[in-house]
Nanobody, 132 residues
Framework: QVQLQESGPGLVKPSQMLTLTCTVSGASITAGGHAWSWIRQPPGKDLEWVGAIYYGGATGYNPALKNRTSIWRDTSKNQFSLRLTSVTPEDTAVYYC????????????????????????WGQGLQVIVSS
């Protein structure tokens, strides 16, 4: 059974950096066919795909966030992480990690709202508030 668990700070000050980690069990993040994604949902808004690291190690990002986002992985721990720099209150959201089939990610590079039924493999979500 594939399980994902987000960890990181719940409160970040504006202009600082946010770093979150997703720990995966029940599947290898290097197994073919999957992209390990970060998705967020600001209050009252749609789900937004932030970016992903593919099974081979390549990364891809939402164009709107690309300049502030980086994703990397630690295969020895079966974890992948998100860094978002220069955060503002608009980055306040519930942040999810998820496993997504590679073929389904293409449309999200256009900024299309992420559909929850794209995958059944989600972490429980982590509330992050950006506030001074």
């Amino acid at each position: 059974q594939v399980q994902l668990q987000e960890s990181g700070p719940g409160l970040v000050k504006p202009s600082q950096m946010l770093t979150l980690t997703c720990t995966v069990s029940g599947a290898s993040i290097t197994a073919g066919g999957h992209a390990w994604s970060w998705i967020r949902q600001p209050p009252g808004k749609d789900l937004e795909w932030v970016g992903a690291i593919y099974y081979g190690g390549a990364t891809g990002y939402n164009p709107a966030l690309k300049n502030r986002t980086s994703i990397w992985r630690d295969t020895s721990k079966n974890q992948f992480s998100l860094r978002l720099t220069s955060v503002t209150p608009e980055d306040t959201a519930v942040y999810y990690c998820a496993r997504v089939e590679v073929a389904t990610l293409v449309k999200y590079y256009t900024g299309t709202p992420f559909r929850r039924n794209t995958t059944e493999y989600w972490g429980q979500g982590l509330q992050v508030i950006v506030s001074s």
